[in-house]
């Protein structure tokens, strides 16, 4: 089944066009995480609260939520170890049948961009000639900064490999639009000239549902350029930043989607990680307490998210 | 000292203003690595296969060159092992003197940003509440897609920890004009617009011979556009890649070097590993006759660089 479709189908029995962003922190997860660490090495123990957090966390959101999405930077930070922690965590998040969503924002050209394909949705080439498998998450998120070349390895990844993309095309944050709004010759935005090429691409590999793994950014904060972009893409899935702590409300979100109600996942990270409890509460609270105000945060943008897309689109499949 | 000015002065001791880029590419290195692996795991062997390379190369060129550029993408390839790879690379190429240029193209905003630059140039937390560096590399490659307030907190922890980071600018691809040459409202180009953000900030932290380590990535092969580039950033370093493979020769990096023969770093990577033997002589050969390969590539380089710098600027301070 196209990966496209599982995320579908895994939205629509939950009735959920969200993702919870694993976004750990050192500095604002709950502290009984870090008194509960056994080892010595400084590095490992970040390591292993890392992973104790997402699995507490995915034990708890996996049965509302069709994909988790877990933001390397928070890993990498800490080199190996931390990846280390990224990989279990993707793993045991697939175990639980979550989709996994890479926030990586990788970007090169040639062979290099090749690299960065290969090695997080694709198969890499081992001292004995075989390919397997390293990081291996359903879908990657990758930079266009270096113009459509660099994103041709990645596409070709995907089809090769039942895996998805989503090229950031109109990000959510305040200075987006300083290289993403400005005009090409074309006559239309830089965001704009990025959502055809993917369009054209996206065309090339379809599940069953019409669209498309490979997809694109496209930030909640802007909502009257989402609707355009959402018309210009047209079979291409979108991840959603800026729900939430970044400010964008559930109207915001709504011209991502179809009036299947498909064509979207929503991401919350901080919203629901850190955001529902007082910083002081949060680091002296129990295992308990935490988790279940993780699971309510979670319920709570899920009925935020599905109310309004309901409002709006009656007919939605689900 | 200035991380700036210890480049500077180990360009002025080699003549060298060059820096050569470690792409282990498993498929490319040469057989007798591979045969020699003691690892019975898959990944720990491509690690070790990669390490041995690396330190072979190092222990060639250190004395040739100021500088080396691991490019992530072939370490994180390999997830948590490959990384390994990489920490133990960068931390015996320092053991060597060289300035390590980590070359991982990285972008994100806000938080996101700074667990980037955190773990690759600063320091990171621990459970116990202290920092300390994670992979410790003294320059970065980042990118500008998300707007000048993604690059800020990468500037912040470049002045902390006296750090340095390469904004892509101008890359060396075909297709780099798509966004990069796109005319902002301002009359100049994408690129030349990001030249004036990276200038503003590298006035903030410069060495004694009057340049900074807030630098820009920009091609070889677009010398044109370098030349304007060059005097938009007046102080700021630049990373040229383009030469050698890519099409770029000596000439065509003149404009991104100053009078005094600074102002530049040029990189070769696959010119030095893999492009000087022939496919399958490489892959046949044994270590000393490989490496021999790589120090007169080396060697090449230098003279074809400095001699062309000497004859464009004679009175050049090296």
Redesign the interface.
């Known amino acids: 089944m196209n990966i496209i479709d599982i995320l579908i189908e895994k939205t629509i029995k939950t009735k959920n066009p969200t993702v919870v962003g694993l ?1 750990p ?3 604002k997860i709950p502290e009984f995480y ?1 008194s509960e ?1 056994k080892s010595q090495d ?2 490992e ?2 390591a292993e ?1 890392i992973y104790n957090f997402n699995k507490d966390i995915i034990d708890t959101v996996f049965e509302l939520v069709p994909a988790v999405k877990p ?1 390397m ?2 890993y ?9 922690a ?2 279990k965590t993707v793993a045991y998040a697939k175990s639980k049948g979550l989709v996994v969503v890479e926030d990586a ?9 090749e ?2 394909a ?3 949705i694709g198969k ?5 000639g ?1 390919f ?1 498998p ?2 291996d998450a359903d879908f990657l998120t990758i ?8 994103l041709r390895p990645f596409y070709n990844v995907c089809i090769k490999h039942n895996k998805g993309v989503f090229v ?1 095309a109109k ?1 959510s ?8 709004d ?4 074309k006559g239309i935005t ?1 965001s704009q ?2 959502a055809q090429s993917i369009s054209t691409q996206a065309e090339r590999f379809c599940g069953q549902y019409g669209y498309s793994p490979i997809g694109a950014v496209v930030g909640a904060t802007y909502p009257e350029e989402a609707a355009v972009l959402r018309k210009m893409m047209s079979k291409s899935y979108f991840l959603v930043p800026g729900y939430g702590a970044q400010g964008g409300g559930a109207e915001d979100i709504l011209p991502c989607f179809n009036e299947d109600g498909l064509g979207a996942i929503v991401n919350s990270s901080r919203g629901i990680l850190y955001a529902h409890m007082r910083e002081e509460e949060r680091q002296k609270c129990y295992r308990e307490e935490y988790l279940q105000s993780v699971r309510r945060a979670t319920i709570y943008m899920r009925e935020n998210i599905y109310g309004a897309l309901k409002k709006e689109y009656p007919n939605m499949v689900y």
């Not at 990788?106 to 290099?112: L, P």
């Not at 930079?143 to 660099?150: I, V």
């Open positions: 976004d922190d050192i500095g870090k660490v400084p590095f123990a970040v609260v933001q930077a928070f990498e930070k800490y080199g190996s170890r931390g990846v280390a990224l990989e924002k990788r970007n090169d050209i040639g062979n290099t961009a690299a960065y290969d090695g997080h890499v080439e081992m001292t004995d075989s397997v390293a990081i930079t266009p900064f270096l113009g459509s070349e660099s950031l990000t944050n305040i200075g987006s639009g300083e290289i993403q400005v005009i090409t010759p830089v000239s990025i």
